[in-house]
């Protein structure tokens, strides 16, 4: 049986158990799992206070229960797979650079954020700043995939320098904003001041969508390169429509205000 | 030993390591998929004087490719991983890149690659771009029908050169029939082409020449008008003609397969006897015992 970990005692704070993460528990038992240390408001715990600890690590750890005040899950993660069954607090998968995290769920903001590597995919919505850089920070995620069933909030792939991110439904404002290179696709409805100040990299939408004035109307054709991102995720589960995959897209290059080497792609 | 009455001369073929890939072509119509990798397959039927060998392998469904096109599968052979890599740039630059519509994918999972698009990207004069994920990166290079999009590297293996089958028969036609009867059967084969003008070679070459600066000449031994002033001459007087198929494969196993089946579809009436090229076992890393293919 994988290491298993069900909430028992809902926290009354956020706890910060940026411990369960795979790589910890290599090696451990159930009794020195639960021994682990969180933070508890600002008062340390142990990881046993607020989980039920059972089974043994084998790479793959599941959590279980209604997890929305419980932050950093998976932050740092290097390999393995977590599962998490429910709703997951902030900053999951934070500054992950390997393994997966499946989430049967909602998430909070930040998921990803300053990800290297790795795969993140949430059966759920996202809040804000998904794969963003944090406040003060100007690279957001470096790498990997984060894949969004529903749909997400603001600043999606803020300042994000490389990697993936889709969102099956729709996204808020600043999709794609301050982007460095990357790919973002949103099969839904983007929200406004989309790519603000993006320098390279690709946002795409299924969905028409009002512009900046600093983003120029280049041609309309069909890329390949995005038949292969949109067949990939068709591979990982998203839906995507033939009309998606095959469709023609206006391509829009900017944001003018900075180098416009970036493009918003819109489906026709 | 004899197939439908054809007499199959107990030799060997001899055939070398090579080092090999392959690539997929894919573009708007197979029309355009084919014209990209003919043209990239042309002028490589010997490493002798084209550097490379190289041919088309199969023509793959739309269903079947990453970005839902028709396409073409391509293999190429040269003496090294690094010449493989060489001639993938000057080729799929010259050949594929400049074909409307094209784009060109990786088909090869190797853990030896070389680098391609991340050479010919620079086409793109600063306007490239790339995508990656999943392990892979896709440059997209700027062109005046959209973007060529084309992997940043292809797979490299191991691979065998050479294997050959040698038809002997009484005149020109019915050796020609064979020869296309076992090039049709030979192609069946996955992991294997026939680099020489629709799979079939009528010039096979021997090791030097009485002239210096030639590395290969006429193979006297098999010309039916040589058979009287050869000393070589391996043919009796009622052969006619002599045609050869030269294959080259991603593993050996390919190619023994490739030849007995092309061995089986050349045992026509006509044809006195199946035979196969080799340099006495000296230069090759493989022989390939005709006899173990009956």
């Known amino acids: 049986m994988s290491l298993t970990l069900t909430l028992h005692t809902q926290p009354d704070v956020p706890l910060e158990a940026e411990t369960i993460v795979p790589q910890r ?12 240390k969180v933070l508890y408001g600002n008062q340390p715990a142990a990881l046993g206070d607020f989980f039920r600890v059972e089974g043994r690590p084998d790479g793959e750890l599941r959590v279980v229960g209604n997890l929305s005040w419980i932050k950093m899950i998976g932050a740092g993660m290097t390999h393995g797979r977590i599962v998490i069954e429910g709703n997951v607090g902030m900053h999951l998968g934070a500054a992950m650079s390997g393994g997966e995290i ?67 439904g729709n996204s808020g404002d600043f999709t794609g904003v301050s982007m460095l290179a990357g790919t973002v696709v949103v099969l839904g409805q983007l929200g406004i001041r989309t790519g603000a100040g993006m ?9 028409p969508a009002e512009l900046l004035p600093t983003f120029s109307y280049a041609c309309s054709y069909r890329p390949v390169a995005l038949r292969l991102v949109l067949g990939y995720l068709r591979s ?9 995959f095959f469709g023609r897209y206006r391509r829009w290059s900017g944001d003018g205000v900075e180098t416009g080497r970036g493009e918003v792609l819109l489906l026709e | 030993m004899l197939i439908n009455g054809v007499t199959v001369v107990d030799t060997f073929a001899e055939a070398f390591a090579m080092s090999g890939t392959r690539v997929l072509i894919t573009a708007e119509n197979e029309k355009w998929a084919e014209a990209a990798a003919r043209t990239m397959t042309g002028f490589a039927t010997s490493v002798i004087g084209c550097k490379c060998e190289a041919g088309i392998e199969r023509v793959v469904a739309a269903g079947e490719t990453p970005d839902g096109r028709p396409g073409v ?44 698009g991340g050479l010919l990207r620079y086409f793109g004069d600063g306007f490239q771009a790339s995508k990656q994920f999943d392990g892979r990166r896709f440059w997209r290079v700027p062109v005046m029908d959209g973007e060529f999009v084309v992997e940043e590297r292809f797979g490299v293996q191991p691979a065998v050169g050479g294997g050959n089958l040698l038809l002997l028969g009484e005149d020109l036609p019915p050796t020609l029939s064979a020869a296309e009867a076992a090039v049709n059967a030979m ?102 015992e005709l006899r173990s293919l009956l």
């Open chain 2, 73 to 116: 599968m391509v293999l190429l052979f040269a003496t090294s991983a690094d010449g493989v890599g060489k001639r993938l740039v000057e080729r799929i630059g010259q050949c594929v890149m400049t074909c409307p519509t094209t784009a060109c994918f990786n088909a090869l999972q190797s853990e030896n690659t070389v680098v391609v």
């Open chain 1, 25 to 36: 528990f290599d090696g451990m038992d159930a009794k020195k799992v639960a021994a682990a």
């Open chain 1, 199 to 207: 320098k390279r990299g690709t946002v795409v939408s299924c969905k």
């Open chain 2, 187 to 288: 192609r069946t084969v996955p992991g294997v082409i026939l680099p020489f003008p629709d799979g079939v070679v009528r010039s096979g070459s021997k090791v030097g020449s009485r002239y210096k600066s030639v590395i290969a000449s006429t193979n006297d031994a098999y010309c039916p008008t040589l058979r009287a002033v050869s000393k070589a001459t391996a043919l009796d007087q009622e052969t006619g003609c002599v045609l050869e198929i030269v294959i080259d494969g991603l593993d050996v196993d390919a190619v023994r397969e490739a030849m007995r089946r092309g061995l089986r579809a050349a045992a026509i009436p006509g044809i006195r006897q199946i035979s196969a090229g080799n340099y006495g076992g000296n230069l090759g890393q493989y022989k390939i």
């Open chain 1, 236 to 244: 990982r589960g998203l839906a995507i429509s033939d009309a998606q």
């Open chain 1, 102 to 168: 499946l989430v049967d769920g909602n998430v909070a903001d930040w998921v990803g954020e300053e990800m290297s590597g790795g795969r993140i995919v949430v059966k759920g919505n996202a809040g804000h700043l998904v794969g963003s850089a944090l406040r003060g920070e100007s690279v957001g995620a470096r790498g990997g995939e984060i894949i969004i069933h529903g749909n997400a909030g603001n600043e999606v792939g803020g300042g994000m320098r490389r990697g993936l991110i889709a969102v099956g």
